[in-house]
């Protein structure tokens, strides 16, 4: 049984850096082909991709955030962990963690997200 | 970045009737498409990849077509339980970009 699950702080202060970490059973990050993906969602508006980590330790980042984004992953924990520096306001919104399926950048499992909230 | 347009945003529909929502993108993405069913408070549900391929467990009154920059998901026959907001995405190519969602309310 594949989960995910997001942890993280609920409420970052402007300027700060966030660090959420997504904790999985089920599979292996070290199994060739995972991948794991961050994406997400302001209230009431629509999916934003982030960023993804395989297996092999390649990562991928948006463009846009690209500077502010770091991914990693703990095998042994069976963890990935995305830091997001200079926190601001528009960065408030749902953060979910999920599974890449084997045969493209679509994602079958996904976190129930974390609701973050950048306010001072 | 491939933009994902979606159309309609919201609609209407009542229980039993046929809805089909389309998703246009910004250049070819062959057949590298997906759509995703999400509640409120709750994460998406992948529906449909590969632009028709059913997910295991995705009833078969859901269903999806096209290719290139056109493409379409379709309800046969609503249930109550499929009125939710869907989101169409492109895997073609990074980043990784979804359409603006479409709600589906209840007539």
């Known amino acids: 049984q594949v989960t995910l699950r997001e942890s993280g702080p609920a409420l970052v202060r402007p300027t700060q850096t966030l660090t959420l970490t997504c904790t999985f059973s089920g599979f292996s990050l070290s199994t060739r082909g995972m991948c794991v993906t961050w994406i997400r969602q302001p209230p009431g508006k629509a999916l934003e991709w982030l960023a993804r980590?395989?297996?092999?330790?390649?990562?991928y980042y948006s463009a846009s955030l690209k500077n502010r984004l770091t991914l990693s992953k703990d095998i042994s924990k069976n963890q990935v962990v995305l830091t997001m520096t200079d926190m601001d306001p528009v960065d408030t919104a749902t953060y979910y963690c999920a599974r890449m399926v084997d045969h493209g950048d679509y994602f079958d499992y996904w976190g129930q997200g974390t609701l973050v909230t950048v306010s001072s | 970045d491939i933009q994902m347009t979606q159309s309609p945003s919201s609609v209407s529909a009542s229980v039993g009737d046929r809805v089909t929502i389309t998703c246009r993108a910004s250049?070819?993405?062959?057949?590298?498409l997906a759509w995703y069913q999400q509640k409120p408070g709750k994460a998406p549900n992948l529906l449909i990849s590969?632009?028709?391929s059913l997910q295991s467990g995705v009833p078969s009154r859901f269903s999806g077509s096209g290719s290139g920059t056109d493409f379409s998901l379709t309800i046969s026959s609503l249930q109550p339980e499929d009125f939710a907001t869907y989101y169409c995405q492109q895997a073609k190519s990074f980043p990784i970009t979804f359409g603006q969602g479409t709600r589906l309310e209840i007539k």
């Open positions: 590969d632009a028709s």
């Open positions: 980590i395989d297996w092999d330790d390649d990562k």
């Open positions: 250049q070819d993405i062959s057949r590298w």
